[in-house]
């Protein structure tokens, strides 16, 4: 439900017209800022997820990719602001304790499926599917995040954070396949 409380917000502001964006804090940049790509990709990330979870995950997965998304916005907002204005405003921020949540769902889900011996293909269900497109785009927001931290100061967790997310939905996806008896696809190389 949608709160109708407070002041009403405009969809369109025409402040970006001419090509630039406002980062929290009040820095006006350029829409091909890096920055401005690096929490877009973020983004584009959160609504992959999403499509994922309408895919037909179990409570479980669903649920744990519910605030995963939270996260995903909060580490958006890190990213989406002034680096010298991060400690002034009040945003909740992704820390170790976060990545180690990861980690600990990597192992939970991992437990139950066969070990690797070989690379697999992305595929297999729909949720799998889904999840392995979740994947590729948490690691295309991780390059451009790495790329940012090259140029400007990015928290090192919040790149910890996106690599276990990616190692994450990887794990996911298999599990997804799992579930409902549909085998990886294997990766055996091509005849030549």
């Not at 916005?73 to 890190?78: I, M, N």
Request: include cysteine; aromatic fraction near 4%; charged fraction near 25%.
């Amino acid at each position: 439900m949608v709160d109708t409380h407070g002041p009403i917000m405009k969809i369109y502001t025409r402040t970006g017209d001419t090509g630039e964006t406002g980062l929290f804090g009040g820095q006006r940049v350029s829409k091909a800022d890096m920055r401005v790509a690096a929490y877009g990709d973020v983004d584009e990330l959160n609504s992959v997820i999403g499509v994922a979870r309408a895919a037909g995950l179990d409570a479980t997965v669903d649920g744990l990719l519910a605030r995963v998304q939270l996260e995903l916005f909060d580490l958006g907002a890190e990213l989406a602001t002034v680096p010298e204005k991060l400690d002034k405003l009040d945003l909740p921020r992704i820390e170790e304790e976060e990545v180690e949540r990861l980690e600990t769902a990597i192992d939970r889900f991992e437990a139950d499926l066969a070990p690797l011996k070989t690379f697999i293909l992305p595929g297999g269900c729909a949720a799998a599917a889904q999840l392995h497109v979740a994947r590729c785009t948490c690691r295309r927001a991780e390059r451009g995040v790495v790329a940012l931290a090259a140029h400007s100061a990015v928290r090192p967790e919040v790149i910890h954070y996106l690599n276990r997310l990616s190692d994450l939905l990887f794990t996911l996806a298999r599990h997804a396949n799992h579930r409902v008896g549909v085998a990886d696809v294997p990766w055996l190389g091509r005849d030549r």
